[in-house]
């Protein structure tokens, strides 16, 4: 693909300014809008970029994570830190009582929606970057239009949709798993008690298909790393931290050809997903992996 192909939007030139202007060092990437990214926004080699090579660094003080959150915003983590207290007894029994595996400390997703939502409010430095997320599919439409128990019948149009991107997967467990998302979804209503249920269900919906696990129990979002696409199947960048220099490190696992959009794996390369994991990728992040991907020996057992 040629560069003369590619031509980054206002939004774009923006968003890749201010990375630039709070220390993120991509001088060989850039972010843009165009149709030829397979999610119509990626991040694209703007030069050839050769195995091994550093292609991006950012400072890790930018990430968003539960701490760096109640760091920014004292009131709200007091708040927050309150509500956990009352909840987590209740949330401990809930699991047990209905035989969930949940994470009784899955809270996390929450409190950087609020913490996201408070950076918006106040027009933190982060309200910027985040002002830039972005996520079209049918579980983001239905969840942002509908966050307090939807009727029955939408859920069941967005089993339809999903199922139409793959026909294969099965609509019950499509439907489960939707109830599963928007019960998260109210459950985390009630721990914050939002203001606006619309706009907390909107960036709710966004971060969960935008988080990384950053080791040592600790889920969050690092800038310019989460404009970066998908792939299960070419993944071409992996993510590194450099302790001492306290920065994310992003390097290239093969030589990229100049032009050429820049993807991670969203999960581990000896992972291997059955048809739960499939859908369940598919309602969290948005991503249609067919059964090619997903069916093996083992499952087709079960």
């Known amino acids: 693909m040629f560069l003369s192909t590619l031509t980054m939007s206002f ?13 993120i060092s991509a001088p060989s990437a850039q972010v843009i809008t165009t149709p030829l990214s397979v999610a119509g926004r990626g991040v694209f080699a703007m030069k050839p970029i050769l195995h091994g090579e550093t292609v991006v660094s950012i400072p890790a003080h930018l990430a968003l994570t539960p701490l760096s959150g109640a760091s920014n915003f004292s009131l709200s983590a007091k708040k927050l830190g309150k509500s956990r207290r009352k909840l987590r007894p209740w949330y401990r029994r809930f699991t047990a009582f209905t035989e969930q595996e949940g ?29 830039e997320w972005e996520r079209d599919d049918p579980v983001q439409r239905l969840l942002e239009s509908n966050p307090v128990w939807p009727y029955i019948d939408k859920v069941l149009a967005t089993a339809d949709e999903l199922q139409e991107l793959v026909p294969e997967f099965c609509h019950k467990k499509i439907q489960l798993g939707l109830h599963l998302r928007l019960e998260r979804l109210n459950r985390h209503m009630e721990f914050i008690d939002p203001d606006d249920v619309f706009a907390f269900a909107k960036i709710h919906t966004i971060l969960s298909s935008r988080v990384v696990d950053l080791g040592n129990d600790v889920t969050g979002i690092i800038p310019f790393h989460d404009m970066i696409n998908h792939s299960l199947d070419d993944p071409n960048l992996e993510l590194a931290f450099d302790f001492d220099g ?57």
Request: with cysteine; charged share 30%; proline share 3%.
């Open 246 to 302: 306290e920065v994310f490190k992003m390097q290239s696992t093969r030589d990229i050809r100049e032009g050429e959009e820049i993807f991670i794996s969203y999960t581990t390369v000896d992972e291997v997903l059955d048809e739960d994991k499939a859908i369940w990728a598919l309602i969290q992040w948005g991503i249609p992996l067919h059964s090619k991907v997903w069916e093996n020996d083992a499952y087709k057992e079960l």
């Open 11 to 23: 939004a774009d030139s923006t968003f890749n300014f201010w990375c630039a202007s709070n220390g």
């Open 103 to 131: 994470d009784p400390d899955d809270l996390w997703l929450a409190e950087l929606t609020a913490y996201s939502l408070e950076a918006l409010k106040e027009g933190h430095p982060w309200a910027k970057w985040i002002s």
